[in-house]
Every structure is written in C-alpha cells, then in structure tokens.
C-alpha cells in the first residue's frame, strides 16, 4: 500500500538558520507533490507544487526539491523567523491529496 | 475574494445522531473535496464533488456521504455518529477537478466532537 513519511515529528531550530523537512514515499509514482503549512486549529495553506519533471521549485525563503528515484521530496525555510512555526504537511497529488503526517516546526529567537 | 467557508465552526453530537456539514467554495471553483482529520490517522480523503458529481471516494463507511449543489456549496452527512468519528472535518475547493493537481484552498474546518 502507499505509504508516505515526513522525516520527524518536530523540528526545533534557531532564528536565522535553515529547516530542512524531508518526505518519503514508498508504492507510489505521483506526477505531482505538494507542501502545505497547518497552524493550529485552521485549515492547511498551500505552499509550493512540483512536478516529477521538475528537479527544484523556489518562491521566497522556500525551496523544495523533488527526487523520483530516491522517492523523496526535501522542503527547505532559509533564513528561519519565528513566524515561520506551524506544521509541514506533503501531499502527493493524484485524484486526491494523499498527506504525510506533518513535521512540526518551531523556530526560536 | 472570499475564501472556503465552513459551517459550522464547531459540533458536539451525541453517538447515534446525525450530522450534516456545509463548505461554500471561494467563487469559481467547482471541485469540493472533503478530509477528515485526526491526531492518529491525520488527514484522510473522503471524497470530491466536481460538478455536482462525485467523481472519487475514499476509503470511508457508507454513512459518509455528501452532495454538491448547482452553485458549487457542498454538504456532508454523517449518520448514526461514532465516537471515533470526532474530527477536523476540511473542505477544500479547487478551480479544477483533483486530477489536474491545481492546488487545493482549504476551510477552516468544523471540529465535530461526538459524546
């Protein structure tokens, strides 16, 4: 069956520095991923979406790679603010959003 | 632009009832897709309205069901209400049907307690 993991349940990372989540997929060959961000008690909020073809994908501070032989997608926060706190969630993207768990992100100042 | 509208933001339901939830998509969109969400199982698919069609479905007990409106709202139901059914319920709205992969604008969600 499909199986999709995030690295770790939680990530506690210094102000300044970069946050590098990580998402394995096993049973699965999606043409598309994407990353969402979770605040507690709201809805999921997109960030970025890359597809099998494309290797890297940036908008802003974010960075997201995308490996379909080794399975993996990594999500990378440069430069980290506090503000930046909240759950990563990857989804891989077919006629439905199939979600991993999440990695949830504090920066501290 | 408005954003997805859930309603309502909270439920508390007592096991054996009946629930149904709404979702109003941002304007424009016609796909509707539902999640249930949970600490132990995460964000799970329910189904997804495109048209007022259902076009796929999860892996969910038959008293999990939902309809699509000629204006793109949205609507679940859930009967006979199981302690385990107590969740975030998430509406998504997308301008495309799911297998396109446009992105998904999600609801704040309606948290279904069930005593």
């Known amino acids: 069956s499909q199986k999709i993991e995030q690295n770790s349940e939680a990530l506690n990372i210094q102000e300044g520095k970069t946050a590098t989540l990580t998402c394995n997929y096993t049973?699965?060959?999606?043409?598309?991923l994407q990353w969402y961000r979770q605040d507690p008690g709201r809805g999921p909020v997109f960030l970025l979406l890359i597809r099998e073809n494309e290797k890297e994908k940036r908008k802003e501070r974010l960075k997201v790679t995308f490996d379909t032989t080794l399975k993996q997608s990594l999500f990378h926060i440069t430069a980290s603010q506090p503000a930046d706190s909240a759950t990563y969630l990857c989804a891989l993207s077919d006629y439905k959003l199939s979600f991993g768990a999440g990695t949830t992100v504090t920066v501290r100042a | 632009k408005a954003g997805v509208t859930q309603t309502p933001r909270y439920l508390i339901k007592t096991r054996g009832q009946q629930v149904t939830l709404s979702c109003s998509p941002i304007?424009?969109?016609?796909?509707v897709s539902w999640y249930q969400q949970t600490p132990g199982q995460g964000l799970q698919f329910l189904f997804e309205?495109?048209?007022?069609?259902?076009?796929n479905k999860g892996n969910f007990p038959g008293r999990f069901s939902g309809r699509q409106f000629s204006n793109s709202r949205s609507e679940m139901n859930v009967s006979t209400l199981e302690l385990g059914d107590s969740a975030l319920y998430l509406c998504?709205?997308?301008?495309?049907?799911?297998?396109?992969?446009?992105?998904?604008?999600f609801g704040q969600g309606t948290r279904l307690t069930v005593v």
């Open positions: 998504a709205s997308s301008l495309a049907p799911r297998e396109k992969n446009t992105e998904a604008f």
């Open positions: 309205y495109f048209s007022e069609t259902q076009r």
């Open positions: 049973n699965y060959s999606p043409a598309y």
């Open positions: 304007s424009g969109h016609r796909s």
